[in-house]
């Protein structure tokens, strides 16, 4: 049984692509707590929040283990999601029938993480970085030396749909001419994206800033695509944007395509339509936009901190620290030089290019070969 977010949310897309290879070798049901309408797969059984106030579904877990008696739960979530159904996973005897696949973009230990996990199964790391941070956490909670059995820990890291996410013939030109059919003078600019959603830890405020710095004095065809949801709850875009001074710079998404929903096709024009991918996030548990977008051939600027520094070090630029904060704060005065670095110097952006598709094309993040790990796993419970 899969308890997580469905929808159009970054753990829903990696959920939902699990769930379909799962499917293939288990009976699954999937618990999407943040959808109160129903929804259908073919794949697999979808069950959607039904209790208004219930907002985890704390109340309605219990009742849909009694109903499924699944051999094994799955969670992909911060790690506090397993903590609101600890009480009943150990109540009904699945405290040690949990894997957690979950992310860590902290920037230094948080011991409340070691408190909270410490009864799970399995807990499955994206990255290197967030394996390490927590066994620090561990040792810190004191753990250690108190003998404490640590659970089952292991990487595995998010991949890449090469059949969604890829370039299209024609290119930059035929994809801007799809997804702008009324502005020829857009064919020929210069499109820079930031595919996250508005959410405070995302700091669309600072792609802002560094956007304003960089176009300073530069042409008028050099846009920064955004997308937006109505939901979101970070900065207010409409407003700041109006305060820099670069409304006639700023392409948004849900405008663009008059649509709320965004499926994979539109995203991969999207995608293939921007020069280049920026991410200024504050931290990333993996950062999945920006490996879809290279999935295109698009160069990646990313932070100097948590999971972006390990995915992109070789393969990417990275944006300095700012040096006045003790928070992983990008440097908005060092993005907006790299991105005068490869605006002035093409072939410089062609190779970035190249480098980004050859790491998002990489056998070890392919789906394919990510999803026969998580059936090996799964299928230890089946045997028990």
């Known amino acids: 049984m899969i ?71 799955f969670m992909c979530h911060d790690y506090w999601l397993y903590d609101v159904h600890y009480n009943n996973f150990k109540r009904l005897g699945y ?34 970085y967030g394996m390490q941070l927590f066994l620090q956490e561990w040792n810190l909670a004191g753990y250690n030396h108190k003998n404490v059995v640590m659970p089952q820990i292991e990487i595995i890291p998010h991949g890449v749909d090469s059949t969604k996410f890829y370039p299209i013939v024609g290119g930059k030109k035929r994809a801007r001419q799809i997804l702008f059919p009324d502005k020829k003078d857009m064919y020929d600019s210069f499109i820079i994206l930031n595919g996250n959603r508005n959410t405070p830890r995302k700091r669309l405020d600072l792609t802002l800033m560094s956007f304003s710095l960089f176009v300073r004095n530069k042409p008028k065809h050099i846009y920064l695509y955004l997308q937006i949801d109505d939901n979101d709850c970070g900065v207010d875009l409409i407003s700041y944007i109006k305060k820099l001074g670069i409304e006639d710079r700023i392409i948004l998404s849900k405008f663009e395509t008059h649509n709320d929903e965004i ?58 620290l700012d040096r006045s904060s003790t928070e992983n704060i990008i440097d908005t005065k060092h993005l907006a030089k790299l991105l005068s670095n490869v605006y002035n110097d093409r072939e410089y952006l062609k190779t970035l290019s190249d480098k980004s598709l050859h790491l998002a094309q990489e056998v070890e993040l392919s789906w394919d070969r990510i999803c026969e790990r998580w059936i090996n796993l799964f299928e230890q419970f089946i045997v028990k």
């Open 95 to 128: 405290a040690n029938k949990v894997v957690l696949y979950c992310p860590v973009d902290e920037n230094s230990p948080y011991v409340d993480r070691a408190y909270k996990l410490k009864n799970l199964s399995h807990i499955i790391f994206y990255t290197h």
């Open 263 to 320: 499926n994979d096709e539109q995203l991969n024009i999207i995608y293939n339509a921007c020069d280049i991918g920026i991410n200024t996030s504050s931290g990333e548990g993996w950062g999945l936009v920006s490996l879809e977008h290279a999935a295109t051939g698009a160069a990646q600027i990313v932070p100097n901190h948590t999971a972006c520094k390990e995915i992109w070090y070789q393969s990417g630029l990275l944006i300095d």
């Open 3 to 73: 308890i997580g977010q469905g929808g159009k949310t970054g753990f829903a897309r990696v959920l939902k692509t699990i769930a379909v290879y799962l499917s293939r070798k288990f009976k699954i049901v999937y618990f999407a707590y943040n959808l109160y309408t129903q929804v259908k797969s073919e794949l697999y059984v979808i069950e959607t929040n039904k209790e208004l106030g219930d907002i985890f579904g704390a109340k309605q877990v219990p009742v849909l283990i009694e109903k499924y008696k699944p051999n094994v739960i």
